[in-house]
């Protein structure tokens, strides 16, 4: 049975502070003259209120957000990249020196550098040759200062979602935070596991306007959990930590969701179509299947495939040295022109 007691799981200092009190947190309605937060009162050089500071809870954006994925505006936390909200997660919940996250290799690489960066421990639990997670592993791996399992579906680097009845077996048996990293939930088919808030209060879901909705740039990271969970990281995020300007551009792109409907659409014919050229391709000992805006491309000798590509100015993401990776290089599914000169330059091979 889980015993998951988010009270019991919380830094006990984290639970006790009072959060940074702003001048929009202690006044937030309407008035003429507002001079309660040392602004510049004249504006600023471009026609745009920007001599204010924006709304440090994101309203009218997470409403927006909360149509376009079904999750209420209360289960939402709005963040600079989801690596902020990965962040976020260790402060919340992880003694520095004293606690520890289970992370399953390969997998994406920040969940790492988050963890050192707090001073957290991290258990490895090697993926089984098929890309799933190590159940019986992980659940040995169960202890009190055990806080977080980062799990990712569609996997980075490996293409592949996890077994729903998996992720299943992880939320009803880790007695801590169970995050699932959906950045490329866009390009597949499995359901966003945002639909099983309800069901499981340890569920914490990350998403990221940084792939499908062709915005990195802006950086924009999604969480969505209980909303215990998400007022507790609205209590130690900084207070204004998404600018006016990206609130604006980030409300403004969310209005064209057919657009990345089409962007999704065309990426996923071209995974179809890379898919099938590499694969009669001699040098491509194996395509792994994806779920994801990218291959993971398995060769004789991956480092002379990368190097070969950059002599052709193109540049791909080795992944060789990441365990169960051998020989692999991970490919993200360009434009058709880039695709087709991937595909020449291979050829020469
Ligand atoms: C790209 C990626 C992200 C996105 O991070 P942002 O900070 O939102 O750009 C998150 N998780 C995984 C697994 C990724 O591959």
């Known amino acids: 049975m889980n015993k998951f007691n988010l ?7 984290i639970r006790a502070m009072k959060p940074y009190s702003s001048a929009r947190d202690e006044y937030s309605g309407e008035a003429k003259i507002f001079i309660d937060a040392n602004e510049n009162p004249y504006g600023s050089e471009y026609n745009n209120p920007y001599n204010r500071y924006p709304d440090p809870y994101q309203l009218q954006l997470k409403e927006k957000i909360s149509s376009i994925k079904g999750v209420p505006v209360e289960n939402i936390f709005l963040g600079n990249g989801s690596d902020e909200a990965i962040d976020l997660l260790f402060k919340a919940f992880c003694y520095p020196y004293k606690d520890k996250v289970t992370l399953t290799p390969p997998t994406y690489g920040m969940y790492e550098v988050s963890a050192e960066t707090n001073g957290t421990e991290t258990i490895k639990i090697l993926q089984t040759a098929d890309f799933q997670p190590d159940v019986a592993k992980i659940k040995a791996s169960i202890s009190p200062e055990n806080k977080i399992l980062f799990l990712c579906s569609p996997n980075n680097p ?21 995050v699932v990293d959906e950045a490329y939930v866009d390009f597949t088919s499995a359901a966003s596991w945002t639909k099983k808030l309800d069901q499981y209060p340890n569920l914490v879901v990350l998403q990221t306007l940084s792939k499908a909705w062709g915005l990195a740039n802006l950086r924009l990271g999604m969480m969505f959990a209980s909303k215990e969970i998400i007022s507790i990281i609205n209590k130690i995020k900084l207070p204004y930590n998404l600018s006016g300007l990206t609130q ?77 990776c051998e020989g692999c290089l991970r490919i993200t599914i360009g434009t058709k022109q880039e695709n087709d000169a991937l595909i020449e330059a291979v050829k020469e091979l």
């Open 7 to 13: 009270g019991d799981l919380l830094r006990s200092n």
């Open 158 to 178: 490996t293409g592949n979602c996890i077994e729903e009845s998996i992720i299943v077996d992880m939320l009803e048996s880790f007695p801590g935070i169970v």
């Open 248 to 324: 604006e551009v980030v409300s403004k792109a969310l209005d064209a969701e057919d657009k990345k409907n089409e962007y999704v659409q065309n990426i996923l014919n071209e995974r179809t179509r890379m898919v099938k050229e590499l694969n009669e391709l001699e040098i491509v000992q194996h395509i792994y299947p994806t779920d994801a805006n990218f291959i993971l491309a398995k060769f004789p000798n991956a480092r002379e495939v990368y190097v070969h590509l950059l002599k052709h100015n193109i540049v791909v993401r080795d992944r060789s040295s990441q365990p169960l």
